[in-house]
C-alpha cells in the first residue's frame, strides 16, 4: 500500500457557486493519486476563498490538522499558490509540515521534500515568487477601482432607485454605461428619506410599502432571496436603502478598513446633499430611543432633554399602577402622573402654543458652530489621509507622522463635542402643517417618536412636581411645563 496522501484544492472566485474549478483539480489530483500508486486518505477543498490576506479557510485548516495527527504523509496540490499566497501562513505550514515529514506534490510543478533545507528553501522561494503575483493583481485592481471612483461609476450592479442604460458598439460588444433615475424606484427611495426626516418609524415604513405591494430592492431586481430571508421591507432593508450616499448623488470608495473617502458620483442624485447628511446623523445618533419593533411606544420616556422628574431630574418611565399606565421616575419612583392626564395636558398645551402667531419662532436654532465643526472634521479626515499617503511614499519620517497624527486626532476629539450638540430638525413641510388651525388633527397622526421630536424642536420642557397633593382627580398644576424661547411656566 502506498503513501496516505490528502488532496487539497482552492479557488478563489467561484461568483457562479458551481464549484467547477475544485472539481477539476480534485479529479487531476485522484488520476495523479492513482498513477504513483498512492492511496487517498482524505480531500479537502475550499471554494470563493482568496489566500492571500489570510481569509479563514475551515479546510485547510482541517488539512493542517490531519498533518498534525499524522494522518497523511503527503499533500497533492495543484499549484503551491493553491496552498498559499500568504507570507505568514506559508512560513508557519512549512515549518509544521517539515516537522511532521510530510512532502509536496504539485500536479503542475515539481515534489518538494520539506524535510530538507534546500527543499524548504525551493518552497519559499516558488511561493514568494505566487505572492508577488498576487499583491500586483490586487494592486492593479485597487488602481482601477479608484480610477472608477475618481469618475464617479459605481463598482456593482445598478442601485435600487436607478436603471442602467448600456451602450453598444457595431460588434454588439458593450463599450460603457451610465445610469439613470428610474421611474418607479427613484420616487419611493424619495418617499423612504423624506419619511424618516419626519421621524416616522423604520418598521410603519416596511409595513405600509408591503400593503401597497412595493417590491423590496433584492426582488425588484430580479436577485435570489435567500432562504429564511423575507421577500419584504424588513427595518434593516429600509434603513439600507435610506442611509445610502448614492441617494444625494455621492460614491463611497475605500481604500481599507478604516480609510473611507466620499466621491462626486456621475449618476443623478435623488435627494439633496443637506437631506442625506440631516438623515444619516438621525439614523446613527446612539441616543435614538427604539424598542425591539424599531418605533418608540412613549414619546415622554427615556427622554430627559424634554420630561423628567422634578425631584431627582431622572428619566421618566411608564409602568402599570393600579390598573392605570402611570409615568413614573425611572430610578427612584419619587413621582408619579397618569399617563392619559398628562399625555392629554401636553396636547392642549402644545396645539394651543402652534397656534398662536409667534409660533414658527420656537423652531428656530442657530447650529453654524456645530455644522463648522463637522465641515473643519471632513478636513481633517483628508489631512490624516494624505499625512498616511505621505508616510507611505517616504516623504515624512515616522516620527513626523506620529507627531502630526497625534495633534489631528486631539483635535478631532474636541471637534466631535461640538458636532454632537447639532439638534436633527424637522422637515420644513411638518413644520408648516403643524403651526395654525390644524395642529390638533395633525397631531392626532404622528407616531410618538414623530411627536418627541417636534417637541425637542419647540424646546418643550416637562417636569412632574415632587409632593403635589390635594384629593383625587389631575391637578394640572402638579406638572410644570415650559418652553425654554418663552419667559416662564405655561398656564393650561
Not at 479557488?11 to 485522484?30: C, M
Request: net charge positive; aromatic share 6%; with cysteine.
Amino acid at each position: 500500500m502506498g503513501e496516505r496522501v490528502a488532496i487539497y484544492a482552492r479557488i478563489s472566485e467561484d461568483t457562479l457557486g458551481l464549484e467547477q474549478g475544485v472539481e477539476r483539480q480534485l479529479r487531476d489530483a485522484r488520476e495523479l493519486v492513482e498513477k504513483r500508486g498512492w492511496s487517498v486518505a482524505e480531500e479537502f477543498a475550499d471554494n470563493d476563498i482568496s489566500a492571500l490576506h489570510g481569509a479563514y479557510r475551515p479546510k485547510y485548516e482541517a488539512l493542517l490538522e490531519a498533518a498534525e495527527k499524522g494522518s497523511v504523509e503527503r499533500i497533492v496540490a495543484y499549484q503551491l499558490s493553491r496552498l498559499w499566497r500568504n507570507r505568514r501562513e506559508r512560513a508557519e505550514a512549512i515549518e509544521l509540515l517539515s516537522k511532521r515529514r510530510v512532502s509536496i506534490t504539485l500536479i503542475r510543478g515539481n515534489d518538494i521534500d520539506l524535510t530538507t533545507p534546500m527543499g524548504r528553501s525551493f518552497a519559499a522561494q516558488l511561493g514568494e515568487a505566487d505572492t508577488l503575483e498576487s499583491e500586483l493583481k490586487s494592486e492593479r485592481v485597487a488602481s482601477a477601482a479608484l480610477e472608477r471612483a475618481q469618475a464617479g461609476q459605481t463598482s456593482g450592479h445598478v442601485l435600487y432607485g436607478w436603471k442602467r442604460i448600456n451602450e453598444y458598439g457595431r460588434s454588439g460588444r458593450r463599450l460603457s454605461f451610465h445610469d439613470e433615475l428610474h421611474p418607479e424606484h427613484a420616487p419611493i427611495v424619495r418617499e423612504i428619506v423624506e419619511r424618516v426626516l419626519a421621524k416616522e418609524s423604520l418598521c410603519k415604513i416596511g409595513a405600509d410599502l408591503d400593503a401597497r405591494g412595493i417590491q423590496p430592492p433584492r426582488v425588484a431586481a430580479g436577485r435570489d432571496v435567500a432562504p429564511g430571508r423575507p421577500d419584504t421591507w424588513s427595518t434593516s432593508s429600509v434603513r439600507s436603502v435610506a442611509m445610502r450616499w448614492a441617494n444625494c448623488g455621492k460614491r463611497v470608495h475605500h481604500r481599507g478598513r478604516e480609510d473611507e473617502q466620499i466621491l462626486p458620483a456621475a449618476w443623478p442624485p435623488i435627494v439633496t446633499d443637506a437631506q442625506q447628511t440631516e438623515l444619516r446623523m438621525l439614523l446613527s445618533d446612539p441616543s435614538r430611543a427604539t424598542s425591539r419593533t424599531g418605533a418608540r411606544q412613549h414619546y415622554l420616556t427615556f427622554a430627559p432633554e424634554i420630561a423628567r422628574c422634578g425631584k431627582c431630574k431622572g428619566k421618566l418611565r411608564v409602568v402599570n399602577k393600579r390598573g392605570h399606565q402611570t409615568y413614573v421616575c425611572q430610578d427612584r419612583g419619587c413621582t408619579g402622573r397618569r399617563k392619559v392626564w398628562v399625555d392629554d395636558l401636553v396636547e392642549r398645551v402644545v396645539v394651543k402654543r402652534l397656534a398662536e402667531p409667534d409660533a414658527r419662532d420656537l423652531f428656530r436654532r442657530d447650529d453654524s458652530e456645530a455644522w463648522q465643526a463637522r465641515e473643519e472634521m471632513r478636513v481633517i479626515d483628508a489631512k490624516l489621509l494624505e499625512l498616511t499617503d505621505d508616510y507611505e511614499s517616504d516623504l515624512i519620517t515616522r516620527e513626523q507622522f506620529l507627531r502630526l497624527t497625534a495633534r489631528h486626532r486631539a483635535r478631532l476629539v474636541e471637534l466631535e463635542k461640538k458636532a454632537a450638540k447639532v439638534v436633527v430638525g424637522l422637515p420644513a413641510g411638518l413644520i408648516a402643517e403643524m403651526v395654525g388651525p390644524h395642529a390638533q388633527e395633525r397631531w392626532q397622526t404622528l407616531e410618538p417618536g414623530q411627536r418627541l421630536a417636534l417637541l425637542t424642536a419647540m424646546g418643550f420642557d416637562l417636569e412632574l412636581v415632587h409632593g403635589a397633593r390635594g384629593g383625587p382627580g389631575f391637578k394640572p398644576e402638579s406638572v410644570k411645563i415650559f418652553f425654554r424661547r418663552d419667559s416662564g411656566p405655561v398656564d393650561d
